[in-house]
């Protein structure tokens, strides 16, 4: 099992930074892929950002490329989320996710179905 703790959230302001963390404890060492997802109220949990736990390789939405930034500590089995010039339609609940290695996945890792394990979620606000 691997139990997944997101903070940093919070009410900001158009244009305005903020990062999130998350946190990994258990079984980290099943961890394939991590990621970042967003859910707005009404919406489906659409991809924001991912990252490979063994390689550089990493993905964002078209919305957020260039303006957020994932990254990871795997000393610290955390990831962050820098997110800068942040919008009203950033608005979300964020949620971190982990993919463990296993024989099959559903879908790709852009996918939410690809990741088994989810973080209770951490409110995002961006007033405009």
């Known amino acids: 099992q691997v139990q997944l703790v997101e903070s940093g959230g919070g009410l900001v302001q158009a244009g305005d930074s903020l990062t999130l963390s998350c946190t990994a404890s258990?079984?980290?060492?099943?961890?394939?892929?991590m990621g970042w997802f967003r859910q707005a109220p009404g919406k489906e949990r659409d991809l924001v950002a991912v990252?490979?736990?063994?390689?550089?390789?990493?993905d964002y939405a078209d919305s957020v490329e260039g303006r957020f930034t994932i990254s990871r500590d795997n000393a610290k089995n955390t990831i962050y989320l820098q997110m800068s010039s942040l919008k009203s339609e950033d608005t979300a609940v964020y949620y971190c996710?982990?993919?463990?290695?296993?024989?099959?996945?559903?879908?790709?890792?852009?996918?939410?179905?690809?990741?088994?394990?989810w973080g209770q979620g951490t409110q995002v606000t961006v007033s405009s």
């Open positions: 996710a982990a993919a463990t290695f296993r024989t099959s996945y559903d879908g790709t890792w852009s996918s939410s179905t690809f990741y088994d394990y």
């Open positions: 258990g079984s980290t060492f099943r961890i394939y892929t």
């Open positions: 990252i490979s736990k063994t390689t550089d390789n990493t």
